[in-house]
């Protein structure tokens, strides 16, 4: 007994050797043989590739290597690579970077003993260097490349090349109405053709029809889009392998020269190179800052600005600027931002003879909003103690610019200006192992080797200053000055980064091409005019649209009420007694066609 089975089009029967391939072809052809009648009219509006399905059984090395590149080069997999490389870059955000603050790092591996061994070998610490983000990056770089070289050469083709004819039926099209009117054919399609290109419409005469197109842009802002991404990958690439950042804290009065040896800290890219720095110098002449008084922002800053004096090359002409907070001095390629600020008292101290070996402003790092500040002072070099010994001295200084008084029990600052400055010291002495080869910071004392100043009752010396006011230290050893001049400091950081002008160049473009690609709307519409078998013109027009939009049928209902006007409807045509059975009626002239296109196939206006 057998059994027999029929299949429609497009379906295969039960152990049959066709594949989904073959399906999808020949309903693919199916729908071409549909369409046929519209002919050129129907092609793509855009310059996105067609996707043909890959002939999985003959896929060989090339064959799959072709498949690979298309995927690569598809604009979902450019999408998901922009998408992967955003989240990637949420780690460089989260967890501090060995680039911009070894410090944070350096707490981060104490603290986490487990997490940072895990975090150096995923790269997490250098995330925008790590082999993985590099390779996101490139794949990235490589997908808009491989996606918008052909794009581009098949719009400019389309851009040399005239809009298509018109389908032989108009009516097929969801854009669409029609009238007939007395003019000549010729007069109708020049009037249309006029009509179209006052519009900006791209026209010519193909046949007996009028064939425009317009909303180009739209294509061409998003390649303008692409492109744009393209430069600013570029561009971010560029600054990231030549850059160059360095901080340095000035005291007022003091300058700074753009060389590496000035840095208080400095970092540069892979491919940075010492003689690329800017040759500039600078002086810093005042620094000033204002604050809230009063309110819920009491203690806020409402003004940071330092005055600088500024030279570009070995000999350039001194020029007087003021760089405040987020207006930073360009000077060629670098920026120099004022990030930080704080205070110097002016320290002098003294040995037992009297005689000043230390004097000078000593910068002091903030430790809150309102400027409480810490720090130390090194006497080095000069110092010999009562019995002429040789010894270095060494203070811890802790600042307040307000104190609070003694009733506050309190050493902390009430608010950020000089309105009541007080200098706590506690002194020592001995050796501060500076020559040791080891470096040191300028703000902690290594106390190993120093033995402490004591009071009367046997504790650590230490006293409370305000400006003017003298600490003598125990047994002739000396005096410590706190000096009625306190300065100010301030921070800087020089950023040199090029291609920072191509990356705002490229994101400008990229919006407007966004834009573009968003907001126009590319559409063809085709204007017919025929001779009828009455010997009236027949007039026809449609319009087609990348997408459903109710632009292109409001357009055309415009268009074509225009054209109406200078080609009016004709009379009805007298109709058959013989077919009709109702009784003949007069004829009426026939009434202006409405200018709304009409989705039903083969509607007319009589």
Known sequence: MSTTSETGPGHTPAGSEGDAADIAAREQDQDREQDQDLGEAGSQLSTAPKEDLPNLPALGVIGWARWFWRQLTSMRVALLLLLLLSLAAIPGSLIPQTGVDETRVADFREQHEFLAPVYDKLGLFNVYSSVWFSAIYI??????????????????????????????????????????????????????????????????????????????????????FHLALIVML??????????????????????????????????????????????????????????????????????????????????????????????????????????????????????GDGKVVFKDAVPLLPLDSNVTSSGVVKVLDGYRDAQGKKEQLGFNAFFVPTFGGSESGTMLSQFPALDYPVLALSAYHGDLKADSGIPQSVYQMDKTKMKEFKDSDGKLFKKLLTPGETMTLPGGAGSVTFEKDVREWAGFQMVQEPGGGWALGGALVAIAGLAGSLFIQRRRVWVRAVQGPDGVTVVEMAGLGRSESATVPEELGDLAGILYDQAPGAPDPDPDPELSSDPPDSPEPSESPDPQAVPAEGAEKP
Request: net charge positive.
């Open 139 to 224: 794949l990235l770089f490589i997908s808009l490349i491989g996606c918008i070289a052909p794009r581009t050469l098949q719009f400019v083709g389309q851009l040399r090349g005239r809009p298509p004819g018109a389908p032989k039926r108009l009516t097929r099209l969801p854009a669409y109405t029609t009238w007939r009117t007395e003019a000549d054919p010729e007069q109708v399609r020049e009037a249309a053709l006029a009509l179209l290109r006052k519009r900006r419409f791209r026209a010519h005469l193909a046949g007996d029809a009028v064939a425009a197109e317009k909303g180009y842009l739209r294509e061409a802002g998003n390649l303008a």
């Open 234 to 351: 570029i561009a971010f690439a560029w600054g990231q392998l030549f850059k160059s950042e360095g901080n340095k804290l000035i005291v007022e009065g003091n300058g700074f020269a753009n060389t590496l040896t000035q840095y208080d800290d400095f970092k540069s890219g892979n491919l940075f190179d010492v003689a690329d720095l800017e040759p500039f110098s600078f002086d810093v002449k005042s620094f000033t800052g204002t604050y809230e008084r009063s309110g819920p922002n009491k203690g806020t800053p409402r003004t940071y600005e330092t005055e600088l004096v500024h030279t570009q090359g070995a000999y350039g002409e001194e020029k007087t600027t003021t760089v405040k907070v987020n207006e930073p001095l360009v000077i060629g390629d670098s920026k120099v931002y004022l990030v930080s600020h704080g205070y110097a008292p002016v320290i002098t101290v003294r040995d």
